[in-house]
């Protein structure tokens, strides 16, 4: 059973432009959470996914940002006219059936650089 | 609002030592607690899960305990080793939050030779 995944592993984007990060869940795992590391800080809760649904998108800026995980295919985090400020690591970890109570496993994460 | 806490923010030992980790959290209603490693520019590894219902889990080397009702939580490491060096995290899922992890700012830790 393979880990959770993500694409890139890293990802150079210039002022302006849109980054798009994917996350593959474990097999088997129906929910999806998008954490973001910024340089020097912690791990900050950004958007809680499931199947076709946004359960919690609390963490998550209210512009630029948005979050998908279609019926198919991989969870997708878009970030849009991207700014300097949005340099930072984005992890995706899933968990199985019961998120509150199940360990939550982390992919390798994204490092976005912005120029 | 809960709010994670770790304590030593770094930490240097020689080899060899034994060693603990601290982790205090402000609303003791969690479902579980977990510890994570984080080498330097790589993912988060988990190390153990507690269960609120649980006292302590323990893995090789490592021991984690739980005190929900004074909101503490230890990491112990047995007989430290270099490649023990990565920052430690640990995160706490808390009632009425859908799963999401609430994470302290880590434990430097450095093991010398």
């Known amino acids: 059973n393979a880990g959770v995944m993500q694409n890139p592993r890293h990802l150079v984007r210039r002022r302006g432009q849109e980054a798009r990060l994917r996350c593959s869940p474990m097999?088997?795992?129906?929910?999806v959470y998008w954490y973001r590391q910024l340089p020097e800080e912690g791990l900050k809760f950004m958007v809680y996914l499931q199947k076709e649904n946004i359960i919690d998108e609390s963490g998550m800026p209210k512009e630029r940002f948005s979050a998908e995980f279609p019926k198919e295919g991989p969870s997708i985090l878009r970030i849009q006219q991207v700014v300097r400020g949005d340099s930072a690591a984005y992890f995706c970890?899933?968990?199985?059936?019961?998120?509150?109570?199940?360990?939550?496993?982390f992919g390798p994460g994204t490092r976005l650089t912005v120029l | 609002k809960q709010e994670v806490t770790q304590i030593p923010a770094a930490l240097s030992v020689p080899e060899g030592e034994n060693l603990v980790l601290n982790c205090s959290f402000t609303d003791s209603a969690i479902y579980n607690l977990q510890w994570f490693r984080q080498d330097p520019g790589k993912g988060l590894t988990s190390l153990l899960l507690i269960q609120s219902s649980q006292r302590e889990q323990t893995s090789g080397r490592l021991n984690a305990s739980l005190d929900k009702s004074s909101g503490r939580s230890t990491l112990y490491i047995a007989a430290s080793q270099p490649g023990d060096s990565a920052t430690y995290l640990c995160a706490v899922s808390s009632y009425n939050q859908g799963g999401k992890l609430i994470f302290g700012q880590g434990t430097e830790l450095s093991v010398k030779p």
């Open positions: 970890a899933s968990s199985p059936v019961d998120p509150e109570w199940d360990e939550q496993f």
């Open positions: 097999k088997g795992h129906s929910h």
